[in-house]
């Protein structure tokens, strides 16, 4: 039996893909949720090269439209994500990426992208910053 966990080998990989639905720009939106806590971190987009990589290299790799290339999440920063599991929507419009974070998920220096919440006053900040994004990324950005 095969470690579930292992790098997929070129043909599932080729299947996995085969069974996306990407948009007419070549991309799919890909939800980043920790694996052990269910707690959703980020949403980005994922090209045919981005899913290849990150289902062979079992890290989260995922495409810039800012920069119009790959992005290997925590490259820069070191706030990696290893990949747990990858699953499909029953549409194949939407793919889910469990992952291990480690450190924070969001350029902001918070564990996720989701830290605001909608209130009767408007958008109030949820979550504290727990690194200082300066100190995260060589550019400022992520």
């Not at 052990?36 to 790799?61: F, K, P």
């Not at 998920?105 to 992208?113: D, I, K, L, Q």
Request: hydrophobic fraction near 40%; aromatic fraction near 8%.
């Amino acid at each position: 039996m095969t470690d579930p966990w292992s790098p997929l080998a070129k043909d599932s990989v080729d299947a996995v893909l085969a069974s996306i639905a990407f948009d007419t720009a070549g991309l799919v939106p890909a939800i980043a949720q920790q694996h052990d806590t269910g707690e959703i971190l980020m949403v980005a987009w994922m090209n045919r090269a981005a899913i290849r990589e990150t289902l062979t290299s079992r890290t989260a790799v995922y495409w810039s439209r800012s920069r119009m290339q790959l992005w290997r999440k925590g490259e820069t920063s070191g706030q990696t994500q290893r990949l747990v599991d990858f699953l499909v929507d029953c549409d194949g419009d939407t793919v889910l990426l469990k992952i291990d974070q480690t450190g924070v998920a969001c350029h902001t220096g918070r564990r996720s992208c989701f830290y605001r919440s909608a209130r009767s006053s408007g958008l109030e900040i949820v979550a504290p910053v727990l690194a200082d994004p300066g100190a995260l990324y060589r550019t400022g950005k992520a």
